[in-house]
């Protein structure tokens, strides 16, 4: 079956601009994320969903950033007014049951975003 | 807050060497600890895992053992290949809640 998929791949815009980055988890998976890396570091936590409802949105840095999951399955992150700080690659995964060591969570390869 | 620090890259082997990557983790509870793996171009996966103290992850001839005394859990394979090069991920996760990685750590592996 179909990994998690993310588009589009490579995302370049402008400052102030605003952008959707689009996420399909395995289909079945009740648990979705998303997550920020920035260049050199590790994945940072920024939404998690269980169904339809942002069960934790503890991670989105301000409130440019939000995430919708209207039918528990894609997910859109949308950031407006991009700056350049938020240049980074957006990672979603899926599992399939709630968070906890013993779901798994899969990995998209990512959507790299460059704000100019 | 809870967080792992792992060694600083790149690290550079000859295929066959012995690999060692450490990590050491900061929790206030008993977290579960993780190795991610990044292969070029891909999306990151999961390499091994352990859930509780002394516990040993091991997967692809790559070991891990978790251990609270020393709050580490450092990556281990005893003979490198070319194709384990990629980026690696040390990551803990404190009782059903976030995931925290650590900066990863590139292995490059020369024939």
């Known amino acids: 079956g179909a990994g998690v998929s993310q588009t589009p791949s490579n995302k370049v815009t402008e400052k102030g601009k605003y952008v959707e980055l689009r996420c399909d988890p395995i289909?079945?998976?009740?648990?979705l994320y998303w997550y920020r890396q920035s260049l050199g570091q590790g994945p940072e936590f920024l939404i998690y969903?269980?169904?339809?409802?942002?069960?934790?949105d503890s991670g989105l840095p301000n409130d440019r950033f939000f995430a919708v999951r209207p039918e528990g399955s894609v997910s859109t992150l949308k950031i407006q007014r991009t700056e350049r700080g938020d240049s980074a690659v957006y990672l979603c995964?899926?599992?399939?049951?709630?968070?906890?060591?013993?779901?798994?969570?899969?990995f998209g390869p990512g959507t790299r975003l460059t704000v100019l | 807050g809870d967080s792992v620090t792992q060694m600083e890259g790149p690290v550079t082997l000859s295929e066959e060497a012995f690999l060692t990557i450490n990590c050491t983790y900061t929790?206030?509870?008993?977290?579960?600890l993780f190795w991610y793996v990044q292969y070029p171009g891909e999306g990151l996966q999961l390499l091994l895992k352990?859930?509780?103290?002394?516990d040993k992850g091991s997967n692809k001839g790559f070991e891990a053992t978790y251990r609270k005394e020393t709050t580490s859990f450092h990556l281990e394979k005893g003979s490198v290949q070319v194709s384990d090069s990629a980026v690696y991920f040390c990551?803990?996760?404190?009782?059903?809640?976030?995931?925290?990685f650590g900066a990863g750590t590139r292995l490059t592996v020369k024939p």
């Open positions: 995964a899926s599992s399939l049951l709630g968070r906890g060591a013993y779901n798994e969570q899969f």
């Open positions: 289909s079945g998976h009740t648990a």
């Open positions: 969903f269980q169904g339809t409802g942002a069960a934790d």
């Open positions: 929790a206030t509870g008993y977290p579960s």
């Open positions: 352990a859930t509780k103290a002394d």
């Open positions: 990551a803990l996760s404190p009782s059903n809640n976030d995931m925290r």
